[in-house]
């Protein structure tokens, strides 16, 4: 009995030890991340983001985002579009206080990397895919997308089924290791 144990162990601990060549960054986002929106009728920024990032450039697929942003956060450089934006004729912050962003994969792309999950605005939920970029800087680093957003889709906008239903983004999220 004892001989059976000792190999059983064994491969136990071998089995153990071959899974931790596969563990996951996990980052804290720094204070001086970036959410700069352009769209036909208004330009600004998201002032407050939070979330969990676990990313391995080396293990793509075993990473997981879930990202909020504050809706109430909107700033336009305009209170009056500010206040517009808040309300219940486009965002409706009250009702809908977040912008939410939780992955299913992430995979390699030529340019970088290529997100997929589920984004939530405005009280709806969609497949999305977010293309991004990743610079390592030792214990830190930079998470960097530029992508398009149907405001339509959302029900933050009358579909008019041209370009401006759109709303161009462009985030940079400064991380460091945990």
Known sequence: MRKMIYPAATALVLLLAAFTWFSVQQWQIGNN???????????GTFKTMK??????????????????IDVASINTGNGLKNRHARSDKWFDAEKYPVIHFVSSSVVKTAGGYEVKGILEM????KPFTIPFTFSRNGANGVFTGNFKVNRADYGITTARGDESDFTS?????PVTSR
């Not at 405005?122 to 939920?125: A, T, Y």
């Not at 983004?169 to 999220?173: R, S």
């Open 33 to 43: 991340y970036s959410i700069k929106f352009t769209g036909k009728y208004a330009d």
């Open 51 to 68: 979330g969990t990032i676990i990313f391995d450039e080396q293990n793509p697929a075993a990473a997981k985002f879930d990202v909020t």
């Open 122 to 125: 405005h009280g709806i939920s």
């Open 169 to 173: 983004l462009a985030v940079t999220v």
